[in-house]
């Protein structure tokens, strides 16, 4: 089993920024693909980044191009994504999720196979 905790959520005005971090334990997780999901009240889990093992390529949803960025640190089991330019939208919860494998790029939840307990990020506008 991997042990997913994020950590770094809060409560930001519009325009700020945050660092969510996720730290993996248990198992390794050489090799895995490592993915962030949001979800607002009321709606589905959503994709927002992922990053690759070994080549570090990344995939973003269109919705955080360009305010977001996902990085990993493989000898630490860390991966990062900062949020910049926040917006009242951008309120979810995070979650940290990892793939063993599968196609690239995973952005269904059905595709991850282990999940975080997610860290909430309020925007005020």
């Known amino acids: 089993q991997v042990q997913l905790v994020e950590s770094g959520g809060g409560l930001v005005q519009a325009g700020g920024a945050l660092r969510l971090s996720c730290a993996a334990s248990?198992?390794?997780?050489?090799?895995?693909?490592m993915g962030w999901f949001r979800q607002a009240p009321g709606q589905d889990r959503e994709f927002v980044a992922v990053?690759?093992?070994?080549?570090?390529?990344?995939y973003y949803a269109d919705s955080v191009k360009g305010r977001f960025t996902i990085s990993r640190d493989n000898a630490e089991n860390t991966v990062t994504l900062q949020v910049a330019g926040l917006k009242p939208e951008d309120t979810a919860t995070y979650y940290c999720?990892?793939?063993?494998?599968?196609?690239?790029?995973?952005?269904?939840?059905?595709?991850?196979?282990?999940w975080g307990q997610g860290t909430q990020v309020t925007v005020s506008s």
């Open positions: 999720a990892a793939q063993n494998r599968g196609i690239w790029p995973p952005t269904a939840e059905y595709q991850y196979d282990y």
């Open positions: 248990g198992r390794t997780v050489i090799g895995y693909r």
């Open positions: 990053i690759r093992y070994s080549t570090l390529m990344t």
